[in-house]
């Protein structure tokens, strides 16, 4: 079933209130004051039972400029707008401003409702359309009708609910799977039930017995009870006005502006990427760095504005630009948002957010502005793809992706393996997690890591390989370990690089010695054989040698690489083939005692109780035991 919401604007005192109780039967003025001064303050809402059998809910705005900003909030989801316009006074400032600000937020139908017609003759009723017509030029409402009522009267009441019926039929349907939000617009308690928040939802579909989040902000709740127009409902949906009784949280804890969504859905942002424009009408252009009130949602924040290729905008001109916030905010590519002045307070502009969850851009950074290009005019999945590329450092999850999007996991996979297939992206796998990077990225990362083997091998010929700790953090430190580890296994797997022994090399590299440095390798191992497991003294060896210390420690250092010595600790190294007997002979003896201790281990290997402890400390590390207080056990 299609959900839709119908919302009013127009100036103060022109007859909004009044024709939406002729429409409905029902007044939305709430507040004590706004029944007493006659005019609306904050926003109201009711809902309209149409002729088709269509519930549609509906959004009356204040008119007053003073209330600009509960108009804008209450602004959010409108399908269909109803202008209204007294005969009596004709196009005034607020219908002016507030026909530019549905512009902006990207409202497509609605239509000009004329009020108070029984208070002016017929030739003054005709030149207030024709004025009409002028001032609706260049606007969503150029083309649309415009109906003469009395709300008192009840004239021309039927033509305009036959109207709204016909245009129902052509709100586009929402998607409800999508992620669901709803911008909050009131928030109160009730005697026995707790908070409430009352708001339109905008995408998506909430249940009784969901978890949401209150963004910004990391406070949780659970849905206790939904309402749409005034019924219970276990369930709401996309384009529906609703009410959420949120159990777990206070009053205190919600704002007018706040975002109700699925936990850990969305992520806060104090910049947003925006393509925007001017209104041609604003008296003088727009200068880098000028501090705006920005809307977005149902949230006002305060602003600068950092135009990235120009230094002033010009009215009606329009341009990319990033909004550095005063407060973080929540948003999603595609909202529409409104600017205005921070003071006087008068409407300058607006356009769409592009990236809510932005790095910091330069200006005049032509890479950044083919990005936002790609962004504003790209399809679907070129726009995931930029947003890879964008997060790649981070080697973000699936999961982080739909946060950065506000899309549901399952769309954005889907995109991902279009993307794969294409060769754009590069896709880890683990247990839990997908963790995925843009091609351009990996061979950025993949360029390097080569380039810094290729040095290494040259400066340390003898040496193995470099370990592979010390690429992951210089080159893949944004990715968890074991998706550093894949990312190298990646490289190997297509044959740039080797491992082993927790080293990697170049493929194709090998160690290779020299004559003198083949000499030096034999000495050493002789040396290390007849140590057998007694500790050696390093410094001595070098220092009795007739080779020079640099050169012995090179090839040293080579040998504890190829793991032809084992180093135990760092003053203590055995022989590789002395170290697998001496761990044979300790294996044996647990599998025959149990256990073994220091000291039992000491008078089985005739050693002391250093190197004892030594070799049963890196058996822990290798993972063949297991210390439980002062007693070793084999772990297989």
């Known amino acids: 079933m299609k959900h839709f919401i119908i919302g009013t604007a127009g100036h103060i005192d ?114 207030v359309i024709e004025d009409t017509r002028e001032n609706l030029k260049g606007t969503f409402l150029e083309k649309s009708p415009i109906i003469p009522v009395s709300s008192t009267k009840k004239t021309g009441i039927k033509e305009a609910i036959k109207l709204i019926d016909e245009m129902a039929d052509e709100v586009e349907e929402r998607d409800i799977k999508d992620m669901p939000r709803l911008p909050v617009d009131r928030v109160f308690s009730i005697s026995g039930f707790g908070t409430v928040v ?20 990391n406070k949780i709740g659970r849905i206790r009870n939904l309402q749409v127009h005034d019924k219970d409902n276990k369930k709401a949906y996309s384009g529906q006005r609703v009410a959420i009784n949120i159990a777990g949280l206070k009053k205190a804890d919600i704002n ?78 595609g909202d529409k948002f409104v600017l205005r002045y921070y003071s006087p307070m008068f409407t300058i502009g607006g356009g769409e957010i592009l990236e809510a969850n932005p790095t910091k851009k330069k200006r005049y950074d032509e890479r950044a502005l083919e990005e936002l290009k790609i962004k504003d005019k790209g399809d679907y999945s070129d726009i995931i793809e930029r947003i890879i590329l964008d997060k790649s450092f981070e080697f973000p999850t699936l999961k982080d992706i739909s946060v950065y999007t506000v899309k549901p996991e399952d769309r954005i996979e889907r995109e991902i393996e279009k993307l794969k297939e294409k060769n754009k992206v590069v896709v880890f796998k683990l247990s839990k997690d997908m963790h995925v990077i843009h091609i351009d990225y990996f061979n950025k990362i993949k360029d390097e890591i080569l380039k810094e083997l290729k040095i290494f091998h040259s400066n340390y010929p003898l040496r193995s390989g470099m370990q592979k700790e010390e690429l992951r953090v210089k080159y893949i ?25 927790e080293n990697v090399r170049l493929k194709g590299f090998k160690v290779e010695y020299i004559e003198k440095q083949l000499e030096i390798k034999k000495f050493l191992l002789d040396k290390f054989d007849n140590s057998g497991l007694l500790p050696l003294n390093k410094e001595k060896v070098f220092h009795d040698m007739i080779y020079s210390v640099n050169e012995a420690e090179q090839v040293f250092t080579s040998l504890v690489d190829e793991k032809l010595l084992i180093k135990l600790k760092e003053d203590i190294y055995i022989k590789r083939e002395i170290y697998e007997e001496a761990a044979d002979i300790v294996k044996k003896y647990i599998k025959e005692n149990k256990y073994i201790t220091v000291g039992q281990c ?35």
């Open 256 to 333: 007018r502006g706040d975002v109700i969504a699925p936990a850990d859905s969305m992520k806060d942002t104090m910049m947003l990427d925006v393509s925007m424009r001017l209104l041609n009408s604003i008296p003088r252009p727009i200068k880098n760095r000028t501090r705006l009130r920005l809307y977005v949602g149902t949230k006002e924040v305060l602003c600068r504005i950092v135009l990235l290729d120009k230094e002033e905008l010009t009215p009606g001109e329009s341009a990319y630009a990033q909004l550095r916030l005063e407060e973080r905010v929540v948003a999603k590519r």
């Open 14 to 127: 022109h007859g909004k209130t009044t024709l939406i109780k002729a429409l409905t039967g029902r007044e939305t003025d709430r507040l004590k004051e706004e029944k007493e001064r006659g005019i609306s303050i904050d926003l109201g809402f009711t809902f309209f039972d149409l002729p088709s059998g269509k519930r549609a809910g509906i959004v009356d705005v204040p008119g007053h400029e003073k209330f600009i900003k509960n108009m804008l909030a209450g602004t959010v989801g409108m399908d269909i707008v109803l202008l209204v316009i007294a005969a009596d006074e004709g196009v005034m400032p607020q219908t002016v401003e507030h026909l530019a600000i549905l512009d902006l937020l990207g409202v497509k139908k609605g239509f000009v409702v004329l009020t108070k017609t029984d208070l002016v003759e017929e030739e003054w009723l005709k030149l």
């Open 477 to 501: 430190k944004g990715a968890r370990a074991k998706v550093a580890d894949n990312f190298i296994d990646l490289l190997e797997k297509e044959e740039y690089i080797k491992q082993e022994n």
């Open 198 to 217: 009352t708001g339109t939802l905008i995408s998506g579909t909430f249940q009784i017995g969901d978890e949401v989040q209150i963004f910004p902000g």
């Open 602 to 636: 000491r008078d089985l290997l005739d050693t002391n109780r250093k190197v004892s402890i030594a070799l049963l400390e890196y058996l822990d590390y290798e993972k063949i035991t297991k210390r439980v207080k002062d007693k070793r056990y084999l772990l297989n």
